[in-house]
């Protein structure tokens, strides 16, 4: 079992539709989750950061962080075009400058 | 802020040739830097990691005399492929953890630079 779980996708929605994007980890020890956004041919953007359980709320973005469940989630409400891109999704445990452990992605394609 | 820059962005070079890849962190000091590999629809694969003033730690299968990287000051590290051969060819990305911000925990990307080896 990998370590990080990400359906690849394509997700394909239309415009002003809610994405719901997830991934699945088996470490435990991870403590800090993040979201990045990459475009075609571009770096990773980074998106939103969490530290443990709970929701995190930034414009049309939340994420979500379920630690019992090993389960973290990133929803896009009135999804755009320009929101058309691959959602990474990556974790790192409790030291310092400790690595990130990314999932494969999923590529979302919003449709107007 | 947290602004990370790659240069080149994009480089053709001949097999047998070495490539330097420059990664800055423009607005921050970075005291870690991290190199990653990125294969046409994959995730990012980590390298190594850079600490200024001292040797990077290469991710296992990561052949250190061939990845050549320094990282001689809190905003400057680069990556030299060298003796590059056509399956070098991928899509090579920094990042940095930014004290600034506060945050150690996160790493801001560079944009990528893209080469491709003849």
């Known amino acids: 079992q990998k370590e990080v779980e990400q359906d690849p996708g394509p997700l394909s929605v239309p415009e002003g539709a809610i994405v719901s994007l997830n991934c699945t980890y088996s470490?435990?020890?991870?403590?800090?989750f993040m979201w990045y956004r990459q475009y075609s041919r571009k770096g990773p953007e980074l998106l939103m950061y969490?530290?443990?359980?709970g929701n995190k709320e930034d414009g049309r973005f939340t994420a979500q962080v379920d630690k019992s469940s090993k389960y973290i989630s990133l929803f896009i409400r009135d999804s755009q075009p320009s929101d058309s891109a691959t959602y990474l999704c990556?974790?790192?445990?409790?030291?310092?400058?400790?690595?990130?452990?990314f999932g494969k992605g999923t590529m979302l394609l919003v449709s107007p | 802020g947290a602004v990370v820059s790659q240069h080149p962005s994009w480089v053709i070079c001949k097999s047998g040739t070495s490539v330097k890849i420059e990664c800055r962190s423009l607005d921050f000091q970075a005291t870690t830097m991290f190199w990653y590999r990125q294969f046409p629809k994959q995730s990012l694969m980590l390298m190594a990691t850079?600490?200024?003033?001292?040797?990077?730690?290469?991710e296992q299968g990561v052949e250190k005399d061939k990845f050549l990287i320094n990282h001689a000051s809190l905003t400057l590290s680069t990556l030299t492929v060298t003796s590059a051969h056509p399956e070098d060819s991928s899509f090579y990305i920094c990042?940095?953890?930014?004290?600034?911000?506060?945050?150690?925990?996160?790493?801001?990307f560079g944009p990528g630079t893209r080469l491709l080896v003849l």
């Open positions: 990556a974790m790192k445990g409790n030291s310092g400058y400790s690595t990130l452990t």
């Open positions: 990042s940095a953890n930014s004290e600034w911000q506060g945050s150690r925990e996160t790493q801001y």
């Open positions: 969490t530290y443990s359980s």
């Open positions: 470490n435990s020890a991870f403590q800090y």
């Open positions: 850079s600490n200024e003033g001292s040797k990077a730690t290469y």
